[in-house]
């Protein structure tokens, strides 16, 4: 058995070498081992007794997961979602900073033009940044250059360039340096913008030979970049999870109880739950409860018994995990209700698990009812709770 803090990343080798021989691998999270060490004798802090804590712990307890080794697929995924999500982090940082150096010495000129979605201006910036080089070469000869590094609306951009060069005629000290600055940060977008194009190249060819992919992406809300997140996450056999109450408290769309002694019904937001899933589970709600007929009235009705905005999207997002879970499993697409319906999940059980060999006797079914028969639907117990205001 071997015991491990770390789940992915930086262990890659020895998961590979472990599996291959065999070895089961169990994962304890680091918040565990911390409070558990408290009750170990002494209290130095020191590898050796981290590694004996992690190792009795892995012995003792009844409830380590089993780590389950990643397809190729999934392993993919997690990469070029992980390096998008770090350009994205950085462009956002070199938008911020281009447009900070920009306010200081041509503030016209950095409020005509959106640098973080468009290739023209940042085309621009690579060549003429002050006021004075912009009017030198003048808007016909600017237009015509632009036109040549293959730049969309090229007369566009060279027209609001020019005008805002001409409302500002003072030379700020510094100037030159700033100037330079920003030509560096203009082709530092441009180097990112054409890395992000290809790792979503990437990430399309990835999804487009997955058989999960395909149906996922039926579901409103759920995009190339969204989907990949969710099965970089989740992996690309939901099966794992056994049931979709556990998937739903993996992604920490499921409260938590916090009852003592005669309080009850406290529910809080769990503090152990995947990041990344979470956030593709609300995005893809928050874009489908303004896309997705179903999903709106779902929404609507959370926000009419007193929810809030945030509340209303993670209960729709609790219940949407039913409907990925029974479209996964059975491999099927997103077949949305007719008539303006309500979004709604039937539960048949899910004390048992899930075998792939019985998708169609599966025990988690989610199909979609009209909003008038919600109250022949049977709930699970972690759906009771769904609507339960998250307080952290």
Not at 371 to 386: F, I, T, Y
Request: with cysteine; glycine share 6%; charged share 25%.
């Amino acid at each position: 058995m071997g015991g491990s803090r770390l789940n992915h990343g930086g262990t890659g080798l020895l998961q590979s070498l472990l599996g291959s021989h065999k070895q089961p691998l169990h994962y304890i999270p680091g918040r565990a081992i911390h409070h558990a060490s408290l009750t170990y004798a002494g209290e130095a802090k020191t590898d050796a007794r981290d590694a004996v804590v992690i190792a009795d712990q892995a012995r003792i307890r009844h409830d380590v997961n089993l780590m389950r080794e990643p397809d190729e697929v999934t392993v993919e995924l997690r990469l070029l979602s992980a390096r998008r999500e770090d350009l994205v982090h950085d462009r956002t940082r070199a938008v911020n900073r281009l447009r900070a150096l920009m306010a200081h010495y041509f503030p016209s000129l950095q409020a005509a033009f959106n640098y973080a979605t468009t290739r023209g201006p940042l085309v621009l910036l690579t060549k003429y940044q002050t006021p004075a080089a912009i009017r030198r070469i003048g808007e016909r000869r600017l237009a015509t250059w632009l036109k040549g590094q293959e730049c969309r609306k090229s007369a566009v951009i060279a027209a609001a360039a020019v005008q805002a060069a001409h409302e500002q005629t003072a030379v700020v000290v510094g100037e030159a340096a700033a100037a330079r600055l920003v030509s560096r940060f203009a082709r530092d977008l441009l180097r990112i913008r054409d890395e992000l194009a290809e790792l979503e190249a990437e990430i399309d060819t990835a999804l487009k030979g997955n058989s999960s992919a395909v149906p996922l992406m039926t579901v409103p809300g759920f995009g190339m970049r969204l989907a990949a997140d969710f099965l970089a996450a989740t992996g690309t056999d939901l099966m794992a999870f056994e049931t979709p109450d556990r998937l739903a408290s993996f992604a920490g769309l499921a409260p938590v109880p916090r009852d003592s002694g005669k309080i009850s019904g406290n529910r809080h937001r769990p503090r152990r739950y995947d990041r990344r899933l979470l956030n593709a589970c609300f995005q893809a709600a928050f874009i489908a409860s303004r896309t997705c007929p179903a999903s709106r009235t779902f929404y609507e009705r959370k926000r009419r018994e007193g929810k809030s905005h945030k509340q209303a999207l993670i209960a729709l997002a609790r219940r949407r995990i039913n409907v990925i879970w029974a479209i996964l499993r059975d491999q099927t697409m997103y077949n949305p209700p007719k008539d303006g319906t309500e979004l709604t999940a039937l539960t048949r059980s899910s004390a048992v698990p899930v075998s792939p060999l019985r998708r169609k006797d599966a025990l988690e079914e989610a199909v979609i009812l009209p909003a008038a028969r919600d109250s022949e639907v049977v709930r699970s117990q972690s759906e009771l709770g769904e609507t339960a205001a998250f307080q952290n």
